[in-house]
């Protein structure tokens, strides 16, 4: 059974980075045919999908995130993380790692997900 | 980027009844990729449907999925008290987007 589990600072100050760290266990990121995802619930809304990554280090962000967000993967330590940086009061929220079963190229769907962590911005 | 729209927001329903939950899509999802989630309080959201039509491991015969193109609906057949929750669409057949959710509770 594949588990993930979120973890970091829950209070980040305004302006600075946000960095956290998934840590996938009963599997390998390394096994190939899925993306490393983070996702993320402003509180009391919906999902916003943050970015992904492949075992190998290939990225994709979205959008309108993608000048603040960098996501890597320790394929030693079977984990990935994200950095937000020049954090604001909106970037506060649930914060979700999850795994992406690739069906082609980048399409894909979350069967596993973290237990989700808050984060909150402020001073 | 497709925009995904979820009607209702909110749907008041009695346990053993039907419910029937809708995902608009702003432009047509290639391959009918799409997929439902379940979020309780508290919890992750968990995936139900994926390509449509195919339920998840571990997902009970009532929760269905069907729709093609931009029209897509969930469906519970009858509902148990542990369905109440929000109902989440998501796309993936261009890049990612999830709706905005339907809220299913207790009449």
């Known amino acids: 059974q594949v588990q993930l589990q979120e973890s970091g600072p829950g209070l980040v100050k305004p302006s600075q980075t946000l960095s956290l760290t998934c840590t996938v266990s009963?599997?390998?990121?390394?096994?190939?045919?899925?993306?490393w995802s983070w996702i993320r619930q402003h509180p009391g809304k919906g999902l916003e999908w943050i970015g992904y990554i492949y075992y190998s280090g290939s990225t994709y962000y979205n959008p309108s995130l993608k000048s603040r967000v960098t996501i890597s993967v320790d394929t030693s330590k079977n984990q990935f993380s994200l950095k937000l940086s020049s954090v604001t009061a909106a970037d506060t929220a649930v914060y979700y790692c999850?795994?992406?079963?690739?069906?082609?190229?980048?399409?894909?769907?979350?069967?596993?997900w973290g237990q989700g962590t808050l984060v909150t911005v402020s001073s | 980027e497709i925009v995904l729209t979820q009607s209702p927001a909110t749907l008041s329903l009695s346990p053993g009844e039907r419910a029937t939950l809708s995902c608009g899509a702003s432009q047509s999802v290639s391959s009918s990729y799409l997929a439902w989630y379940q979020q309780k309080p508290g919890l992750a959201p968990r995936l139900l449907i994926y390509?449509?039509?195919s339920r998840a491991t571990g997902i009970p015969d009532r929760f269905s999925g069907s729709g093609s193109g931009t029209d897509f609906t969930l469906t519970i057949s009858r509902l148990e008290p542990e369905d109440f929750a929000v109902y989440y669409c998501?796309?993936?057949?261009?890049?990612?987007?999830f709706g905005g959710g339907t809220k299913v509770e207790i009449k």
């Open positions: 390509d449509a039509s």
């Open positions: 009963g599997g390998s990121i390394s096994s190939g045919g899925y993306y």
């Open positions: 999850a795994r992406g079963i690739i069906v082609v190229g980048t399409n894909h769907y979350f069967d596993y």
């Open positions: 998501q796309q993936y057949g261009s890049s990612l987007t």
